[in-house]
């Protein structure tokens, strides 16, 4: 099937991604479109009954982990070589005058 690309289809592609295309450019935009859309025509032809549907080639399987704490509260021994601390927090200089 001969899919025909009109040029106010490439003129509207064109607004969409934003491209200033000269007539060349369009003419082959024009073909490379209809080409993608002749092989997307070819592939519904496939007999794809019975094949389960699948978002990635190889089995992908759940890589996240429990989330479990490991380490504890280690505040104090963070703040063991702090210069200045105040209310269990690193006491720093103001940065900002009033």
């Not at 082959?28 to 070819?42: P, V």
């Not at 978002?55 to 429990?66: D, K, T, W």
């Not at 479990?68 to 720093?92: C, H, I, W, Y």
Request: proline share 4%; aromatic share 6%; charged share 30%.
């Amino acid at each position: 099937m001969a899919n025909i690309i009109s040029d106010e289809i490439i003129e509207y592609v064109g607004i969409l991604a934003k491209l200033e295309l000269s007539g060349e450019e369009r003419e082959q935009a024009k073909a490379d479109m209809g080409r993608m859309l002749d092989y997307i025509d070819k592939l519904n032809e496939l007999d794809t009954d019975g094949v389960e549907p699948m978002s990635h080639v190889f089995p992908v399987q759940n890589v996240f982990r429990e989330d479990v704490v490991t380490g504890g509260d280690e505040s104090e021994k963070m703040l063991q070589n702090a210069p200045a601390r105040k209310d269990g927090m690193f006491a720093v200089p103001n940065v900002m005058s009033h």
